[in-house]
């Protein structure tokens, strides 16, 4: 498949290898994930700056709003590449039959999914602050059979379940998880800090945290890439968000929010202030795409 050679051939790839997963890139640590203003507790809703309680009301309009055709534009603006990040995002947790594993801001469920595949006996629950988005996934887990919507005696305990749940304070008891995952969900999160805590004390010990976000290309490195990204992400995905989802704001939010996302080494330092350790990051496509590891020791 070509897309998938591209993916191959360009992207900056540790790939999950049969002899298991090369060491990807340490993390240095510098500054915090978000600078608050504890002053006027402001923050960044793409290019605005905004009042910390506001962001989480607009962050739900936006997706209120393109709910329906979250999955359609998905595949439109990233020409189907989504579908091979995330690929590439669950092979490197390995689920294994029996995991227990949290995917917050889960959406409509694409990671969740490719966990069951990957592990049809594993445990998966998809967190999500918007309901809009949820039905979504149950529906799409629905028509696969997937989820508690199968009939209660064809499986005591569902594989998949959907729950309403904020990333900064979630409705779960400590310690209970294998697995932590958030997929592209993190920036929208008006407080990052407070939700790596929460994904702390929901894992277990040697639990796993993994996630992945989309950021800007590093300014000092494939300048003409860069580029071509930024017309392409300023000029035609609000345009395809307009004629697919009907809302071209909600699109210039995203590669807003995009490029006011920090770089790895920031990230970095927010996990480690978090409590999680072993902290490694591996950008795909150019540094358009960063997976971030780590584990609750
Ligand atoms: C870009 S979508 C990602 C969905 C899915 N993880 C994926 O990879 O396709 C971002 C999701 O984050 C959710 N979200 C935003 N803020 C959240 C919060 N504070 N807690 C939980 N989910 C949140 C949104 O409702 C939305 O479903």
């Known amino acids: 498949m070509a897309t998938r050679a ?62 329906r055709s979250y999955d359609v534009m998905n595949d439109a603006m990233s020409l189907g590449m989504h579908r091979l990040w995330k690929d590439h995002f669950v092979n490197r947790l390995a689920p294994w039959d029996g995991m227990r594993l949290v995917d917050v801001a889960g959406g409509t469920g694409d990671i969740a999914f490719r966990v069951l595949r990957a592990a049809p006996q594993a445990e998966a629950l998809v967190v999500d602050v918007n309901q809009n988005m949820l039905q979504v996934g149950e529906r799409r887990a629905h028509a696969a059979a997937l989820s508690s ?94 004629w697919i989802a009907n809302d071209r704001a909600a699109y210039e939010y995203l590669v807003q929010s995009i490029r006011r996302f920090p770089p790895p080494a920031q990230v970095g330092a927010t996990m480690r202030d978090a409590g999680l350790q072993a902290l490694t990051t591996e950008e795909l496509c150019f540094g358009v795409v960063c997976i971030y590891s780590g584990w609750k020791v």
């Open 149 to 242: 919507g199968e009939p209660s005696s064809a499986r005591a305990r569902p594989r998949l379940r959907f729950m309403h749940g904020d990333a900064e304070s979630l409705p779960l008891d400590a310690e209970q998880f294998d697995a932590y995952t958030i997929s592209f969900g993190m920036r929208n999160v008006a407080r990052p800090e407070r939700a790596l805590a929460e994904a702390v004390r929901v894992l277990r010990r040697g639990g796993r945290f993994l996630m992945m976000e989309l950021s800007a290309m590093p300014e000092d490195r494939f300048p003409l890439l860069r580029q071509a990204y930024d017309t392409y992400s300023f000029r035609v995905i609000p345009q395809l968000g307009q």
């Open 6 to 67: 591209l993916f191959q051939r360009y992207g900056r790839l540790q790939a999950t290898t049969p002899k298991g997963p090369r060491p990807a890139a340490r993390i240095p640590c510098t500054r915090p994930l978000v600078t608050v203003n504890s002053a006027d507790a402001q923050t960044h809703f793409g290019y605005r700056q905004v009042d910390m309680q506001e962001k989480p009301q607009l962050v739900q309009d936006v997706f209120d709003s393109v709910a």
